[in-house]
Protein backbone atom coordinates (compact mmCIF):
# COMPACT_ATOMS: atom_id res chain seq x y z
CA UNK A 1 0.00 0.00 0.00
CA UNK A 2 1.45 3.30 -0.71
CA UNK A 3 0.38 6.62 0.17
CA UNK A 4 0.31 10.28 -1.16
CA UNK A 5 3.44 12.65 0.02
CA UNK A 6 2.89 14.86 2.98
CA UNK A 7 1.92 18.28 1.14
CA UNK A 8 2.31 21.28 3.61
CA UNK A 9 -0.56 23.63 3.94
CA UNK A 10 1.70 26.13 4.67
CA UNK A 11 3.39 27.96 2.16
CA UNK A 12 7.02 27.00 2.00
CA UNK A 13 10.08 29.62 0.81
CA UNK A 14 13.11 30.76 1.05
CA UNK A 15 13.76 33.18 3.94
CA UNK A 16 14.46 36.98 2.59
CA UNK A 17 16.59 40.12 3.85
CA UNK A 18 13.66 41.29 4.51
CA UNK A 19 12.20 38.10 6.48
CA UNK A 20 15.94 38.09 8.23
CA UNK A 21 15.27 42.29 9.62
CA UNK A 22 12.01 41.01 11.02
CA UNK A 23 13.16 38.61 13.02
CA UNK A 24 16.41 40.68 14.24
CA UNK A 25 14.13 43.27 15.63
CA UNK A 26 12.07 40.68 17.10
CA UNK A 27 15.21 39.93 19.24
CA UNK A 28 16.33 43.29 19.72
CA UNK A 29 12.98 44.82 20.93
CA UNK A 30 12.69 41.51 22.91
CA UNK A 31 16.14 41.49 24.65
CA UNK A 32 16.45 43.35 28.11
CA UNK A 33 20.27 44.33 27.20
CA UNK A 34 18.86 46.92 24.65
CA UNK A 35 16.27 48.56 26.93
CA UNK A 36 18.99 48.39 29.66
CA UNK A 37 21.59 49.86 27.86
CA UNK A 38 19.63 52.40 25.81
CA UNK A 39 18.02 53.42 29.02
CA UNK A 40 20.87 53.98 30.82
CA UNK A 41 22.81 55.95 27.81
CA UNK A 42 19.72 58.29 27.47
CA UNK A 43 20.10 58.63 31.37
CA UNK A 44 23.60 59.51 31.12
CA UNK A 45 24.39 61.78 28.31
CA UNK A 46 20.46 63.77 29.55
CA UNK A 47 21.24 63.75 32.96
CA UNK A 48 25.49 64.42 32.99
CA UNK A 49 24.31 67.03 29.82
CA UNK A 50 21.89 69.09 32.57
CA UNK A 51 23.82 68.75 35.56
CA UNK A 52 26.98 70.18 33.50
CA UNK A 53 24.56 73.16 31.95
CA UNK A 54 23.53 74.23 35.59
CA UNK A 55 26.77 74.35 36.74
CA UNK A 56 28.00 76.61 33.80
CA UNK A 57 24.53 78.88 34.07
CA UNK A 58 25.88 79.49 37.75
CA UNK A 59 28.92 81.13 36.49
CA UNK A 60 27.96 83.02 33.20
CA UNK A 61 30.52 85.74 33.60
CA UNK A 62 33.42 83.20 33.66
CA UNK A 63 32.13 81.16 30.65
CA UNK A 64 30.82 84.08 28.67
CA UNK A 65 34.65 85.44 29.15
CA UNK A 66 36.60 82.09 28.13
CA UNK A 67 33.83 81.37 25.33
CA UNK A 68 33.75 85.02 24.18
CA UNK A 69 33.33 84.77 19.68
CA UNK A 70 32.54 80.83 19.75
CA UNK A 71 28.68 80.98 19.11
CA UNK A 72 26.32 78.21 20.23
CA UNK A 73 30.06 76.73 21.98
CA UNK A 74 27.56 75.34 25.22
CA UNK A 75 26.66 72.10 22.93
CA UNK A 76 30.13 70.75 23.44
CA UNK A 77 28.93 70.27 26.91
CA UNK A 78 27.01 67.23 25.60
CA UNK A 79 30.57 64.88 24.88
CA UNK A 80 31.19 64.56 28.41
CA UNK A 81 27.44 62.72 28.62
CA UNK A 82 28.18 60.87 25.59
CA UNK A 83 31.83 59.56 26.20
CA UNK A 84 30.16 57.83 28.90
CA UNK A 85 27.50 56.49 26.79
CA UNK A 86 29.70 54.89 24.29
CA UNK A 87 30.15 52.36 26.76
CA UNK A 88 26.28 51.32 26.41
CA UNK A 89 26.31 51.59 22.84
CA UNK A 90 29.76 48.88 22.67
CA UNK A 91 27.98 46.80 25.05
CA UNK A 92 25.25 46.58 23.20
CA UNK A 93 26.67 45.99 19.98
CA UNK A 94 28.94 43.39 21.30
CA UNK A 95 25.92 41.38 22.79
CA UNK A 96 23.54 41.47 19.68
CA UNK A 97 25.85 39.09 18.30
CA UNK A 98 27.47 37.25 21.22
CA UNK A 99 24.37 36.27 22.93
CA UNK A 100 23.14 34.29 20.41
CA UNK A 101 26.17 32.54 21.02
CA UNK A 102 26.06 32.43 24.76
CA UNK A 103 22.23 30.78 24.58
CA UNK A 104 22.93 28.86 21.42
CA UNK A 105 20.56 30.97 19.48
CA UNK A 106 22.53 31.24 16.44
CA UNK A 107 22.11 27.73 15.35
CA UNK A 108 18.44 27.88 15.41
CA UNK A 109 19.53 31.31 13.44
CA UNK A 110 21.48 29.96 11.31
CA UNK A 111 19.17 26.55 10.33
CA UNK A 112 15.84 28.95 9.54
CA UNK A 113 18.41 31.50 7.14
CA UNK A 114 21.42 29.75 6.22
CA UNK A 115 23.26 32.86 4.36
CA UNK A 116 25.37 34.22 7.23
CA UNK A 117 26.02 37.36 5.31
CA UNK A 118 22.26 38.25 5.24
CA UNK A 119 22.11 37.53 9.12
CA UNK A 120 25.28 39.74 9.75
CA UNK A 121 23.30 42.73 6.79
CA UNK A 122 19.86 42.36 9.20
CA UNK A 123 21.90 42.55 12.34
CA UNK A 124 23.63 45.28 11.34
CA UNK A 125 20.51 47.48 9.37
CA UNK A 126 18.19 46.95 12.79
CA UNK A 127 21.18 47.90 15.06
CA UNK A 128 22.21 51.17 12.79
CA UNK A 129 19.04 52.34 12.51
CA UNK A 130 17.80 51.80 16.51
CA UNK A 131 21.26 53.63 17.72
CA UNK A 132 21.02 56.31 15.38
CA UNK A 133 18.04 57.77 16.00
CA UNK A 134 18.19 56.80 19.88
CA UNK A 135 21.52 59.01 19.89
CA UNK A 136 20.08 61.39 17.31
CA UNK A 137 17.05 62.14 19.51
CA UNK A 138 19.03 62.12 22.65
CA UNK A 139 21.86 64.16 21.07
CA UNK A 140 19.10 67.01 20.30
CA UNK A 141 17.24 66.78 23.59
CA UNK A 142 20.22 67.03 25.56
CA UNK A 143 21.38 70.44 23.28
CA UNK A 144 17.47 72.00 23.79
CA UNK A 145 18.35 71.62 27.31
CA UNK A 146 21.50 73.18 27.36
CA UNK A 147 20.84 76.26 25.02
CA UNK A 148 17.98 76.66 27.19
CA UNK A 149 19.86 76.86 30.62
CA UNK A 150 22.85 78.48 29.01
CA UNK A 151 21.35 81.71 26.85
CA UNK A 152 24.14 83.73 27.60
CA UNK A 153 26.46 81.34 25.22
CA UNK A 154 24.80 82.75 21.99
CA UNK A 155 22.96 80.18 19.64
CA UNK A 156 24.26 77.66 17.47
CA UNK A 157 24.48 77.41 14.18
CA UNK A 158 22.57 75.11 11.64
CA UNK A 159 25.63 73.18 10.85
CA UNK A 160 27.04 73.08 14.38
CA UNK A 161 23.62 71.56 15.35
CA UNK A 162 23.29 69.09 12.46
CA UNK A 163 27.13 67.93 13.77
CA UNK A 164 25.95 67.72 17.60
CA UNK A 165 23.05 65.42 16.29
CA UNK A 166 22.63 63.48 13.29
CA UNK A 167 26.45 63.43 13.15
CA UNK A 168 26.83 62.17 16.19
CA UNK A 169 23.80 59.94 15.94
CA UNK A 170 25.62 58.60 12.82
CA UNK A 171 29.42 58.27 14.60
CA UNK A 172 27.76 56.32 17.41
CA UNK A 173 26.20 53.70 15.47
CA UNK A 174 28.94 53.47 13.19
CA UNK A 175 30.54 52.29 16.82
CA UNK A 176 28.02 50.02 17.45
CA UNK A 177 28.53 48.39 14.11
CA UNK A 178 32.15 48.33 14.73
CA UNK A 179 31.48 46.45 18.14
CA UNK A 180 29.13 44.00 16.49
CA UNK A 181 31.88 43.30 13.93
CA UNK A 182 34.55 42.39 16.51
CA UNK A 183 31.68 40.86 18.39
CA UNK A 184 31.19 38.61 15.49
CA UNK A 185 34.72 37.51 15.35
CA UNK A 186 35.48 37.22 18.83
CA UNK A 187 32.09 35.49 19.77
CA UNK A 188 33.21 36.20 23.61
CA UNK A 189 31.01 39.26 24.98
CA UNK A 190 33.57 39.78 27.81
CA UNK A 191 36.66 39.45 25.09
CA UNK A 192 34.89 41.59 22.57
CA UNK A 193 33.80 44.57 25.23
CA UNK A 194 37.06 44.58 26.75
CA UNK A 195 39.04 44.56 23.23
CA UNK A 196 36.52 47.67 22.16
CA UNK A 197 36.68 49.68 25.25
CA UNK A 198 40.59 49.60 24.90
CA UNK A 199 40.31 50.64 21.73
CA UNK A 200 38.86 53.86 23.19
CA UNK A 201 41.31 54.39 25.97
CA UNK A 202 44.54 52.61 24.05
CA UNK A 203 45.59 55.76 22.39
CA UNK A 204 45.63 57.76 25.82
CA UNK A 205 47.31 55.50 28.00
CA UNK A 206 50.23 54.36 24.98
CA UNK A 207 50.92 58.29 25.56
CA UNK A 208 52.05 58.33 28.72
CA UNK A 209 54.54 56.03 27.69
CA UNK A 210 55.63 57.75 24.57
CA UNK A 211 57.48 61.03 26.37
CA UNK A 212 60.32 61.27 24.58
CA UNK A 213 60.78 63.96 22.42
CA UNK A 214 61.58 62.03 19.06
CA UNK A 215 57.88 60.60 19.64
CA UNK A 216 55.77 64.13 20.25
CA UNK A 217 54.28 63.71 16.16
CA UNK A 218 53.58 60.09 17.09
CA UNK A 219 52.17 60.94 20.72
CA UNK A 220 49.85 63.96 18.65
CA UNK A 221 48.79 61.22 16.19
CA UNK A 222 47.40 58.84 18.77
CA UNK A 223 45.53 61.90 20.34
CA UNK A 224 44.49 63.05 17.32
CA UNK A 225 43.17 60.16 15.74
CA UNK A 226 41.51 58.31 19.06
CA UNK A 227 37.90 57.77 19.19
CA UNK A 228 37.10 60.45 21.83
CA UNK A 229 38.88 63.16 19.91
CA UNK A 230 36.85 61.93 16.68
CA UNK A 231 33.84 62.50 18.91
CA UNK A 232 35.19 66.01 19.91
CA UNK A 233 35.12 67.52 16.12
CA UNK A 234 31.49 66.84 15.71
CA UNK A 235 30.65 68.55 18.71
CA UNK A 236 33.14 71.42 18.27
CA UNK A 237 31.29 74.61 16.95
CA UNK A 238 33.75 75.43 14.58
CA UNK A 239 34.62 71.53 13.58
CA UNK A 240 37.87 71.69 13.63
CA UNK A 241 40.54 69.12 15.38
CA UNK A 242 43.79 69.20 16.69
CA UNK A 243 45.59 71.82 14.32
CA UNK A 244 42.85 71.68 11.94
CA UNK A 245 42.83 68.26 10.83
CA UNK A 246 40.63 65.89 10.71
CA UNK A 247 38.14 68.62 10.48
CA UNK A 248 33.95 68.84 9.62
CA UNK A 249 32.16 65.92 9.08
CA UNK A 250 35.84 63.83 8.54
CA UNK A 251 35.65 61.61 11.51
CA UNK A 252 32.64 59.73 9.95
CA UNK A 253 34.80 58.51 7.09
CA UNK A 254 37.17 57.89 9.11
CA UNK A 255 35.22 55.52 11.36
CA UNK A 256 32.86 54.37 8.35
CA UNK A 257 36.18 53.16 6.80
CA UNK A 258 37.52 51.87 10.26
CA UNK A 259 33.61 49.74 10.55
CA UNK A 260 33.80 48.63 6.88
CA UNK A 261 37.03 46.66 7.49
CA UNK A 262 35.95 45.14 10.43
CA UNK A 263 32.25 44.28 8.82
CA UNK A 264 34.84 42.63 5.74
CA UNK A 265 36.33 40.68 8.60
CA UNK A 266 33.28 39.34 10.20
CA UNK A 267 31.94 38.63 7.36
CA UNK A 268 34.81 36.51 6.46
CA UNK A 269 35.06 34.74 10.11
CA UNK A 270 31.35 34.66 10.30
CA UNK A 271 31.02 32.09 6.41
CA UNK A 272 34.09 30.26 7.16
CA UNK A 273 33.16 29.01 10.31
CA UNK A 274 31.19 26.06 11.37
CA UNK A 275 28.93 27.88 13.93
Keep these: MTTAPYTSPIPVRPATLQDAVAAEWTKMRSLRSTMWMLGVMTAVVVGVGLMLAI ?26 GMLLGTVCVIT ?63 TPTLSHWIRATVGVGLFMALLGLLSLAVGTMLRHSAGAITAM ?11 IGLYADSLSGLRSWLVEYSIPAQLSILYGSDGSGFDGHPSGWDPLWIMGGLTAAAMAGAYVSLTRRDV
Excluded: N
Design 197 to 207: IGLVLLPFVLV
Design 55 to 80: AVRSVPDDYAAEEAGRSGAVLELGIV
Design 92 to 154: LGVLTITSEYGTGLVRATFTACPSRGRILAAKSLVFFVVVFAITTAVSALTGLIQTGLVQHAG
